[in-house]
């Protein structure tokens, strides 16, 4: 059902054969989306067919495993494997969340990077790996899982990051997706896409009155609420109705989730086994032993979700005891007696950061595995104040199909169905400058530092605004910070890295004014930019400039115009104004001499016509006098150099990606060598089976060989067993090559064998169509023919060459024994048979002369005049054989209309004389009759008319026509 509705929001144009994925990151599991050409939006499966994937990686010596197969084997050796990493991006070591995560985790090593201070794990004694590595590792997985899925190589990928991320976490992504070598699209924040997949695969009807929806978020981390509002919106640009997702406000608290459960869940554990077995060592200090327990708190929280009791059991727990305790459902929400409350913080953050009020919530749609908690449910109602909860949306794969259609949306390769979709910048932004104070003579008296707020809350993004300095000729700088946060509590506050965020500094101002020193300064203007993933930074500064330049009148605006396209120059029309004025005089004392000879009369109209000249022109001098002043606006784009603050960027990724490059050659040779040995142990297996199971191979080999081969396999497989471990995929390969080698004789025989049978057949199928050919051929008239007679004999040469070859080898391969090298080889029939059809195909497809097709139409012609000349002929001598008719009628109606009028009784003599008049008419009656059966028998005629035409024209198509139904 779910693929019927994309395929009707996603029309594909067959552009480019690339996959758009996109990556829902938890901190526990992640969801891959997938969009191809062709193919609608899907979850990505795993190794294990599973719809979500543990964001967990383990490495040991040369081995490294994601997903499923990391948990499980990282339940022996915890500190090999990690996960959990989500909340330490873009994040220093004495970060609190840091300080949590070495609690929760006590068996890793986490120290200090020595440039950027941020998290480094120790794995072993030379090696360490950063938050970013690890991740980019799990980022790689994750693609070559979807190129795998969707059979298409992949390149871009939309990131899923929670809202509350701030530009030091968000900064730190970008950096692991490059590390992984994918290029992002997009940062976006769960929250709008569970939005935008609610609105795409609901199909809301949006109005103009908008729909306010929110949405619960109960992750393993954090919990988060979002306020979400759909509605028809007037697009600015094409001014249509467009429907709109915008997010009004969020509230979270990103240390409340459902892995705080576990974490508690598994101390209680931790706490019975130690009541039960006081004796043993403390079982803390097992990480293993603590890391079953989690494994099981996770088990026991999911079931106690639907019932009120469950057992908690462990085998071989610690120091080979087992572990089973009975847990109930009230027993587990006490250990969460003071987390509850908590959830409803967000909820209510969330609502008051939009602006509305409870009763405006139409719905409450739950996202998130810890939504499952009744105790969470009954929460999130007193907080929203609903009567009931929605359950519309997978809690598990939502963002990841809502931020694979924004995917599909955002690329030239897909049209989808129009959704725009604005996000809400949830922490505000401050520009900071110091702002110069001049006298009356202009000279600068103090600096005042002036904060404005730039970003509010919630403003909508993706969006560009503009700040304008007007007091400074000079080179200067200001400041980019986040703004009042007195909105948050004093942890979520500690949870950032620094509040400043950047210093730009603009250069090159003094030069540019100098250059620009006759023009008014308008100010200096920096627009600055928070992006679609939320990234805020200066998009370009320009200095201003207005001046003042005459508007041109129309005439001159042509006259430039003119001069453009002439190539004339004013300085060119100067020189040809000069030459006419030269050329003038000339003439005026030819047209004095001839003035004197004009009359009176005509001396006054020429008058007349210089005084409305002389008018004109002292119009159009006037105009150019009045013409108004227009200002100009020039912009010169000014150096910018920027300092960020807090967490210094990295600037060169390349040692961590020949990091990953190592561990992934590492991978591929670890699994080529695995493929190899497999191939080799398939065909040892699958050999030896087949020389005592297949008759066909016996009857193919002789006692001998029979005997070589089984030795040579029995050996291989002594081998495999014993002394192949640790050999590369190159020793497997070239064991493999070397034992087909030793087997193919035989091999090859029973191919043969099996495979001659139909090889016969499709080449005697071939000569039996090039003879039906050559029959056609022969069966037409020579001036029909295009073929020429040395294309024919060619052909007919090789179906008769290639026919006694065959002839001649089947019978010596008849009387060859089964085990010895046949004569009749398949390859040589394949080769025989691809040659002949090459020739006859040639002259089957050969493209007809016009000289044919001419001498085809008019024997069409003449066959349709023929016919035409017919159809006359018979109409002809129906209508002739029809006036007849009438003649013969109307003389048989005159002679009884005469009778009718005699009187009724006559002698013996007048009843014979009206006899004859009766009788005549019969006779004229007995006449009409066989004209009358001729009539009836009419369409018999015509048929008999048309059949000769048929004869005919069969007898005129029997040498031509039949090549004519082949065309």
């Known amino acids: 059902m779910l693929c019927r509705v994309l395929l009707s929001f996603v029309l594909l144009k067959l552009v480019s054969s690339n996959a758009l994925v996109s990556l829902d990151l938890g901190s526990e599991f992640m969801k891959i989306g997938i ?40 339940e022996k050796s915890p500190k090999n494997a990690y996960s959990n990493l989500l909340d330490l991006l873009g994040k220093t070591v004495d970060n609190p969340v840091v300080q949590e995560y070495k609690e929760r985790f006590p068996y890793h090593t986490i120290e200090a990077d020595p440039v950027r201070n941020t998290v480094v794990f120790r794995h072993d004694d030379s090696t360490f790996y950063s938050v970013e590595e690890l991740l980019a590792m799990q980022i790689e997985f994750a693609v070559q899982l979807a190129a795998k899925h969707g059979e298409a190589p992949v390149k871009k990928v939309i990131i899923c990051v929670p809202p509350f991320f701030h530009q030091r976490e968000r900064e730190a992504m970008l950096n692991v997706a490059e590390i992984a ?174 602006g509305i009020s409870k009763p405006e919530i139409e719905q409450v749609v739950l996202f998130g595995g810890g939504t499952r908690i009744p105790k969470i449910q009954e929460q999130i109602l007193k907080a929203t104040e609903q009567k009931e909860l929605h359950k519309y949306i ?60 730039l970003y509010y809350r919630n403003n909508g993004i993706p969006q560009k605004k503009a700040m304008t300095y007007t007091k400074f000729t000079d080179d200067f700088h200001f400041n980019v910070s986040y703004g009042n946060l007195d909105y948050l509590t004093e942890k979520q506050t500690s949870e950032f890295a620094t509040l400043p965020l950047m210093m730009v500094n603009v250069k090159g101002v003094k030069d540019v004014f100098n250059q620009h020193h006759d023009k008014t300064s308008k100010g200096i203007k920096a627009h600055i930019m928070v992006d679609e993933s939320g990234l805020i930074g200066v998009d370009s500064v320009e200095a201003i400039f207005e001046t003042i330049v005459a508007n041109k009148t129309e005439t001159g605006w042509m006259e430039s115009v003119s001069n453009f396209f002439t190539g004339n120059s004013d300085d060119e029309g100067e020189k040809k104004e000069e030459k006419k004025e030269e050329a003038k005089e000339g003439e005026k004392k030819d047209e004095d001499k001839k003035e004197e000879k004009k009359t009176e009369g005509e001396k006054k109209e020429e008058e007349k016509k210089e005084e409305v000249k002389k008018d004109a022109k002292n119009e159009t001098e006037a105009k150019k006098e009045a013409a108004p002043e227009k200002p100009v606006i020039v912009k010169e784009v000014l150096k910018v150099e920027t300092v960020h603050f807090g967490i210094p960027r990295v600037s060169d990724t390349t040692v961590s990606k020949e990091k990953l490059a190592a561990l992934k050659k590492i991978d591929d040779d670890k699994r080529a060598t695995e493929q190899a040995r497999n191939n080799l142990e398939s065909f040892v297996i699958n050999m030896k089976d087949t020389l005592e199971e297949d008759d066909t191979y016996k009857a193919a080999s002789t006692p001998e060989e029979m005997e070589k081969m089984k030795e040579a396999l029995s050996a291989e497989t002594d081998w495999l067993e014993e002394d192949s471990w640790g050999e590369t995929y190159v020793v497997f390969n070239a064991r493999l090559a070397k034992i087909e080698d030793y087997c193919d004789p035989v091999t090859n025989r029973v191919k043969e064998m099996k495979a001659r049978p139909a090889a016969i057949a499709e080449l005697k199928n071939t000569f039996n169509l090039t003879e039906q050919f050559l029959a056609k051929i022969a069966n037409t008239t020579e001036e029909l023919r295009y073929h020429t007679a040395t294309e024919l004999e060619n052909l007919e040469k090789l179906l008769n060459t290639t026919r006694d070859w065959l002839e001649k080898t089947a019978k010596e391969q008849e009387g060859l024994a089964k085990n010895v090298d046949p004569v009749l080889k398949l390859e040589a029939m394949q080769t025989k048979n691809k040659a002949l059809e090459r020739e006859l195909y040639y ?105 000769p035409l048929e004869v005919d024209d069969k007898a005129e198509k029997d040498p031509k026509d039949d090549k004519k139904e082949e065309l």
């Open 35 to 74: 969009v191809k050409p062709g193919v609608p939006i899907d979850i990505v499966l795993n190794t294990e067919t599973k719809r979500k994937t543990p964001m967990t990686v383990y490495i040991k010596g040369d081995e490294r495993l994601f997903g499923d197969s990391a948990v499980t084997r990282g």
């Open 181 to 354: 070598g994918v290029q992002v699209m997009q940062l976006m924040t769960t929250t709008s896409a569970i939005a935008l997949q609610y609105a795409v695969f609901r199909n809301i009807k949006m109005t103009e009155k908008p729909m306010i929806v929110l949405f619960a978020t109960v992750g393993s981390q954090f919990t988060s609420a979002a306020v979400v509002s759909y509605s028809q919106v007037k697009d600015k640009v094409t001014k249509e109705q467009v429907p709109t997702v915008q997010v009004m406000g969020v509230g979270y608290d990103r240390s409340l989730g459902s892995f705080e459960m576990d974490i508690r869940l598994r101390e209680h554990l931790a706490d019975k086994f130690t009541e039960k077995y006081p004796k043993l060592p403390d079982i803390r200090k097992n990480g293993r032993a603590m890391k079953k327990l989690q494994k099981e708190a996770r088990k026991v929280k999911t079931v106690l979700s639907a019932n009120q009791d469950t057992y908690a059991q462990v085998e071989s727990l610690h120091q080979d005891k087992d572990f089973r305790v009975k847990v109930t459902r009230e027993e587990m929400e006490n250990l969460f007696a003071d987390l509850f409350p908590r959830f409803q913080a967000p909820f209510v953050d969330a609502i008051n950061s939009a």
């Open 394 to 453: 997978n809690t598990d794969e939502a963002a990841a199909m809502g931020s694979a259609f924004m995917a599909a949306s955002s690329s030239s390769v897909f049209r989808t169905k129009q959704i725009k979709l604005r996000d809400a910048n949830q922490f505000p932004f401050f520009v900071s400058f110091n702002k110069l104070v001049l006298n009356e003579e202009g000279a600068v008296t103090e600096e005042k530092l002036v904060n404005k707020e």
């Open 843 to 947: 002259l089957v497809r050969k493209p007809i002369p016009q000289w044919y097709k001419d001498k085809l139409n008019k024997m069409m012609e003449a066959l349709k005049n023929s016919t035409a000349k017919a159809e006359e002929a018979k109409k002809s001598e129906t209508t002739e054989e029809g006036k007849k008719e009438e003649e013969k009628t109307d003389e048989v109606k005159t002679e009884d209309k005469g009778e009718e009028t005699k009187e009724g009784d006559k002698s013996a003599e007048s009843e014979k004389s009206e006899e004859k008049p009766v009788e005549t008419p019969q006779e004229d009656v007995g006449e009409d009759k066989p004209k009358d059966e001729t009539k009836e028998e009419k369409p018999e005629e015509e048929t008999k008319e048309e059949k």
